[in-house]
């Protein structure tokens, strides 16, 4: 079973400060686990794709009513920490291992190695109905 | 895909019988494996512009023992004195006879400390002859993940000692039972699964049945295994009528019979007759009778629904599955009516809380009982929890259909 595991540009709870603010070995472990997570989720046969996306300042918002021309408003928004800032999508066993990753994803390391505790998302993908009798 | 279907075919074919022959001549089931991988790939480049050798079999042992050979050179002192020590073990002349092999294989593959994705994953490698990049699309995975499952499994059976030897007569059902099981996903995984080409899906399929009918010449005594080869067939056999032009699900009920493959049928239901006789019925011969049921009713009214839940009183019997009972409703509400069937549901409101089926299921009975107004909050709960877009595509249709006549 396929899940995505969804992050938004949301403060977390330990920090509200983007990576590049904070202390550059601080950054480097943070980037350094999110690559390491990513390898071990690949050696366990486990990871579908890991995608991150460009920042809310590059961001659009396109609104079109089928005629004339559509409305493009360029970003950043009042809303951006609503926007999606990257996903993991995985290929488990169980919903339970789905959610093992996400807590290792939430826990990755903050200012001063502090975990982050970031709200991770996990849905799953719709796929196979399931065997049944 | 490169390779030319008839060549396709004859790798797939040999697989086994070149696996079978290597590992018994070299002792390491990992190695071997990726040797056999990688000298299929290479008849695979080769044999269209070459020609196909005269005996292909032998060809393919050949390079694999080679590549064995030269892996053995080209790894350390320790390490080559192991192998060393295995490949002492006196050589096999000729192959021994290829669906022995194959049932060998799948005992290892598909043994019960593997994780069912990884014996899926592992059987259509090295007993299918499936490439990595072709499972890998087949499950929709980036090859290199699909590689490291495989790699992973292997290593399972290697730390687990399991012998390349067929189960003793203690281990033997359970044993057999995780095959059948693993050989019955790869088959649900191409008949129920929306995502990917359908033509990848069909594949699938299509390999499961192949391999059941290897495991089937191997134990042509065993019901259980006849059972689920019927079983295939007989859900195969309406393939063609299941989906519509843009893969929308056709209920059973409103397939165009006419798009069912007779010949599978036929087939089928000669295999489920000749196992039932023999008694000892399992589960998978049960739900081939039922199959075989639905299948011989020329339109949907023929149905013999009696026939049907008395096969369903004997698998409830043989599982506590709750899915079984959800089924049994169903056909109870056809013989006895809708407000029998709705009773039946109320005890599985515990065992399937939550499940889209129990609600899609007392969706469909409310509204043949007349009480649509229920049903649509049914069919709406459905859509919400299935996890499927086809059927989540249906029963939206359904409860927008109830509301709309609500006005």
């Known amino acids: 079973m396929k899940f995505m595991l969804i992050q938004n540009y949301e403060s977390t709870e330990t920090t509200n400060e983007p990576l590049t603010k904070w202390a550059p070995e601080d950054a480097k472990a943070h980037i350094d686990f999110q690559i390491r997570l990513n390898e071990e989720l690949s050696e366990r046969g486990e990871l579908v794709e890991a995608q991150a996306l460009t920042g809310p300042e590059l961001a659009k918002i396109v609104v079109h009513d089928g005629e004339g021309t559509p409305v493009v408003t360029d970003g950043p928004f009042p809303e951006a920490k609503e926007l999606l800032a990257g996903y993991r999508i995985v290929d488990v066993e169980s919903p339970e291992r789905a959610v093992e990753i996400a807590a290792e994803t939430s826990a990755a390391p903050g200012p001063n190695g502090v975990p982050l505790r970031q709200r991770i998302e996990v849905r799953e993908i719709m796929g196979t109905p399931g065997s049944d009798a | ?407």
């Not at chain 2, 499952?149 to 003793?168: C, E, L, N, T, Y």
């Not at chain 2, 009696?306 to 019997?317: G, K």
């Not at chain 2, 049903?375 to 989540?392: D, F, H, I, K, L």
Request: glycine share 8%; charged share 25%.
């Open chain 2, 1 to 407: 895909m490169s390779r030319r279907p008839a060549i396709e075919d004859l790798l797939r074919e040999a697989a086994p019988q070149v696996l079978g022959a290597v590992v018994r001549r070299f002792g390491d089931f990992a190695d071997s494996e990726d040797a056999v991988q990688e000298a299929m790939l290479e008849a695979a480049r080769s044999w269209p512009a070459r020609g196909t050798p005269d005996n292909p079999v032998g060809w393919l042992i050949h390079v694999a023992s080679r590549r064995m050979t030269d892996r053995m050179r080209s790894e350390g002192a320790r390490r080559r004195r192991e192998e060393l020590a295995a490949a002492q073990e006196p050589p096999e002349a000729e192959p021994a006879p290829g669906h022995d092999d194959s049932l060998v294989l799948m005992f290892m593959c598909c043994h019960p400390q593997l994780t069912p994705a990884s014996a899926i994953a592992l059987t259509l490698r090295a007993v299918g002859g499936l490439t990595t990049g072709e499972i890998a699309a087949a499950f929709m995975v980036p090859e290199s993940t699909m590689a490291q499952r495989i790699s992973r499994a292997k290593q399972a059976i290697k730390g687990s000692d399991v012998p390349f030897a067929m189960p003793g007569r203690r281990e033997w059902a359970e044993r057999l039972r995780s095959v059948l099981h693993v050989l019955y996903l790869i088959f649900n995984e191409g008949y129920v699964t929306s995502g990917g080409s359908e033509l990848a899906r069909g594949e699938l399929s299509a390999e499961a049945i192949r391999l059941t009918r290897a495991v089937r010449t191997a134990l042509p005594g065993d019901p259980e295994v006849a059972g689920l080869l019927a079983l295939m067939l007989l859900t195969e056999a309406r393939r063609p009528a299941r989906t519509g032009e843009r893969g929308e699900l056709i209920p059973l009920e409103e397939q165009d019979r006419a798009l069912w493959n007779r010949d599978l049928i036929v087939e089928g239901t000669e295999l489920i007759t000749e196992a039932v006789a023999r008694g000892a019925v399992g589960e998978y011969q049960v739900q081939a009778a039922i199959a075989a049921v639905h299948d011989r009713a020329a339109r949907v009214e023929d149905t013999d629904w009696r026939e049907i839940v008395a096969w369903y009183d004997l698998l409830e019997r043989m599982t506590d599955n709750p899915m079984v009972a959800l089924s049994r409703a169903i056909a109870v509400a056809m013989v006895d009516g809708p407000e029998a069937g709705l009773r039946l549901l109320e005890e599985l409101d515990e065992p399937l809380a939550g499940h889209h089926r129990l609600h899609a299921v007392r969706a469909h009975l409310l509204e043949r009982a007349g009480r649509g107004d229920e049903a649509v909050g049914e069919y709406e709960t459905a859509a919400a929890r299935t996890t499927s877009v086809p059927e989540q595509h249906y029963l939206t249709t359904q409860a927008a259909r109830l509301n709309d006549r609500r006005g």
